[in-house]
C-alpha cells in the first residue's frame, strides 16, 4: 500500500526570505544584499547619499536626505516585495511555492518573476474576491512582477440555505456506492462513508464526501489499498475533524482495522491500521481484524470495536476494543469476555465513559449485547435468543440518560425461516429488559438503527423488503420511550419497484435527522447507489416520505435473558505501518430524489 503524492519540482532560488504566520507579522524580511544606497563614494569616502547638507550643518528633522530613496524595511533594489492578506476563513498559495498564507504572508520576489496567487476559502466559505494590485473576482490570478505588489483575498461563510423540509438523493453514477455511517458538520451538512467497487486499482474502495445542507459534494475522495477497503463508521472529533473507522487489506488479503482522519477540507491526517493478538497464538502476526465501529470516550480520546479470530483460547471469533487518542496511538486494548461476538456492529458511549457493544454470536446466531463500565468491567451480558428455535441480530445501541440501554435488531419468529422481524429492546440499568417490541409489515423486516430525540422520544429505524415487487422501503418510528408503542410511521421509497436501503437512520443534536444507505432505480436492478436523506425535524420527514405508508404492525415478545458478569481479558495488539492510495478525482455525481 502506498500514498500517491505528487513531488515539488525543482525551482529557481527566487525567495530571499518570506515570513508567514497566523497573526500579522512585525519583522519584515531584512535586507540581505549590499544595500546600493550606502555604496561608498567613489573617492570611498562617505555615502553619497549621506553627505551633510550644503551649508555643512547636520540634519535636524532625521528623515533621510531626499537623495536617499532607500527606507528602511524596503527591498534591497532588484527585488520586489510580496504582501498577501487573508481576510476570513481561507488561504492563499502561490506558484512558485513561496508563500502558504492563513492571515499575513511577506516574501521578496526577483524581477520579471511569473507569480500565479491562488485563493482558497475553508469548507462551508466562500472566495468573495482580489482587492488591491490583484483586484478581481477570479481566484486564480497571474502577475509579472514589476515592483512591490500588495493584495488582499477575502473570504465570507457560504450562504448555504437548506431545502425546505426533508431532502432525498444519490450519489454515484454507476458500479455500486454504499454509504454505512454519517458525521453531521456544524454547517448543517454531512460526512459520509462507505465502500466502492469502482475506483482504484484493487478490490472495493473506501470512500468519503462531505455534503453540504443542500446536499452539494464539497469534498470526495477514494481511499485504499491492493485489497478490499471499507469504512464502516465516521465521528465528528471535537476539533473539527472526522474519525472513520473500517478495515484494510494487503496484498494476500489479510485485513487490520483501521483508522483515518480527516481534515474539514478532506485532507488526510494520519492513517492507522491494528490487529489483535492473543499469547495463546503467536502465530497470529498472518491473522486478521476488522473494525466495525468507533465512538467518543470522555478525555478526547476513541474506542473502536473491532473483532478477530483466534482470541482468547486460540480457536473462534471474538471483539476487541481498541483505545486511540487524537493522532491514532494506541492507549489500551482489551477483549470482550463472550467469546463468539462477530461481528460487533455497533458501539455506543456515554459521558461517563460507560460502554455497550452489539452484535451477533457467531456459531448460535444469538444476539449479544454487552455493557462495560469505563475500566472495562462487564455490567451485564444479554446472549439469549427471545424465540428459543429461532436467531436474531443486533445493529444498533444507544445508551439512555436514565442508566438505559435501547437495541435494534432483527430476529427469526422460527429456526430456518425466511421470514424476519424489526426487533427494538429497552434495557435497564441492571440488565433487565424492560419492555421490547417487534414490526412487520411483509416477510422480510430489520431493525438497523435506534437513537434519541431531543425531546426524549426513541427513534427506530430500519428497512422492509416486498418479494413480490422487489420494493425495498425504509422507514422511521418515533417510539414512546416508556413503553416503546410507536407515536408515528414515517416511510422513503421510490415508486415502482425501486429500493430505499437505509442502514442508519438517526437523530443529531439539535433536532435534525439523518439517513444513509443504498437505493436502487426500478430500472437499473445493478446500479445501487449511495443515498443520503436529510431533515430539519422528525416532523419534516413526511416532505420526504413515501406514499402510501407500509403499515408497520407491533408485536410483542417476552424475554427471560440469562444474566453473566465478569471482567474483560488483555490482547496483544500489532499497530503496522500502512499508507494508502488516494484519489481525490471521484465523481459521485449527486442527484435528488426529492427536495433540493
Known amino acids: 500500500m502506498r500514498i500517491l503524492r505528487r513531488s515539488a519540482p525543482l525551482l529557481p532560488l527566487l525567495l530571499l526570505t518570506a515570513a508567514c504566520s497566523g497573526e500579522p507579522n512585525d519583522n519584515p524580511p531584512a535586507d540581505i544584499t549590499t544595500d546600493t544606497g550606502h555604496l561608498p563614494d567613489a573617492d570611498d569616502t562617505s555615502d ?86 490583484c483586484a478581481g473576482t477570479q481566484r486564480e490570478v497571474t502577475l509579472i512582477v514589476t515592483g512591490s505588489i500588495s493584495c488582499t483575498a477575502s473570504f465570507a461563510p457560504e450562504d448555504v440555505t437548506p431545502p425546505a423540509g426533508a431532502w432525498f438523493g444519490h450519489y454515484g453514477q454507476f458500479g455500486t456506492h454504499e454509504f454505512k455511517a454519517f458525521a453531521p458538520t456544524d454547517d448543517g451538512g454531512v460526512v459520509v462513508v462507505g465502500r466502492s467497487d469502482v475506483y482504484g486499482s484493487g478490490g472495493d474502495e473506501a470512500i468519503a464526501a462531505r455534503l453540504d445542507a443542500r446536499g452539494d459534494v464539497v469534498w470526495q475522495q477514494s481511499l485504499g489499498s491492493s485489497g478490499d477497503d471499507v469504512f464502516h463508521d465516521v465521528i465528528a472529533t471535537t476539533d473539527g475533524d472526522f474519525l472513520a473507522v473500517g478495515t484494510t487489506e494487503d496484498d494476500d488479503e489479510i485485513g487490520a482495522a483501521w483508522a483515518v482522519r480527516f481534515a474539514p477540507d478532506g485532507a488526510l491526517r494520519w492513517e492507522r491500521a491494528y490487529q489483535l493478538k492473543d499469547d495463546t497464538s503467536p502465530s497470529y502476526a498472518s491473522g486478521w481484524t476488522v473494525g466495525y465501529a468507533v465512538d467518543r470516550l470522555p478525555g478526547g480520546d476513541y474506542i473502536i470495536a473491532a473483532h478477530a479470530g483466534l482470541l482468547q483460547d486460540g480457536s473462534g471469533i471474538s471483539t476487541g476494543l481498541i483505545t486511540i487518542n ?245 490482547p496483544d495488539h500489532i499497530t503496522l505501518n500502512i499508507s494508502s492510495s488516494i484519489d481525490t478525482t471521484i465523481d459521485l455525481g449527486a442527484g435528488a430524489y426529492c427536495g433540493g
Open 48 to 133: 553619497a547619499g549621506d553627505l551633510p547638507d550644503a551649508d555643512d550643518t547636520p540634519d535636524t528633522d532625521n528623515l533621510p536626505d531626499t537623495e536617499d530613496p532607500d527606507t528602511p524595511n524596503d527591498p534591497d533594489a532588484g527585488e520586489a516585495a510580496l504582501n498577501i492578506t487573508v481576510s476570513g476563513q481561507g488561504r492563499v498559495t502561490s506558484e512558485p511555492a513561496l508563500i502558504d498564507c492563513p492571515a499575513t504572508c511577506q516574501a521578496t520576489l526577483a524581477p520579471s518573476t511569473t507569480l500565479a496567487l491562488s485563493a482558497q476559502p475553508d469548507p462551508g466559505h466562500t472566495f468573495e474576491g482580489w482587492s488591491g494590485d
Open 326 to 570: 487524537y493522532a491514532g496511538e494506541v492507549e489500551r486494548v482489551r477483549a470482550i469476555g463472550h467469546r463468539y461476538l462477530s461481528p460487533a456492529n455497533d458501539i455506543a458511549t456515554n459521558s461517563a465513559g460507560d460502554m455497550v457493544v452489539v452484535g451477533e454470536d457467531y456459531y448460535s446466531y444469538a444476539p449479544i449485547a454487552v455493557r462495560l463500565t469505563a475500566s472495562g468491567s462487564v455490567v451485564w451480558t444479554l446472549a439469549d435468543t427471545p424465540f428459543a428455535a429461532g436467531s436474531a441480530e443486533l445493529h444498533g445501541a444507544v445508551l439512555g440518560n436514565d442508566g438505559s440501554t435501547y437495541l435494534a435488531g432483527v430476529l427469526e419468529p422460527s429456526r430456518h425461516s425466511s421470514a424476519t422481524d424489526a426487533w427494538v429492546l429497552k434495557v435497564g440499568a441492571d440488565g433487565t429488559i424492560l419492555w421490547q417490541r417487534t414490526f412487520d409489515a411483509s416477510t422480510m423486516d430489520e431493525g438497523y438503527a435506534v437513537s434519541l430525540l431531543d425531546n426524549g422520544d426513541v427513534l427506530f429505524s430500519g428497512i422492509t423488503g416486498f418479494v413480490d415487487t422487489s420494493e425495498v422501503v425504509s422507514w422511521a418510528l418515533p417510539l414512546n420511550p416508556n413503553n416503546g408503542m410507536p407515536r408515528s410511521e414515517h416511510t422513503f421509497r421510490i415508486p415502482d419497484g425501486g429500493a430505499v436501503l437505509f442502514n442508519r437512520v438517526e437523530a443529531v443534536s439539535g433536532g435534525g435527522i439523518f439517513g444513509v444507505g443504498q437505493v436502487r432505480n426500478p430500472s437499473a436492478h445493478n446500479n445501487l447507489r449511495g443515498g443520503v436523506l436529510m431533515a430539519p425535524s422528525i416532523s419534516e420527514l413526511d416532505t420526504c416520505g413515501g406514499e402510501p405508508a407500509i403499515g408497520l404492525n407491533m408485536g410483542s415478545s417476552q424475554h427471560d435473558d440469562s444474566l453473566t458478569t465478569g471482567s474483560t481479558n488483555v
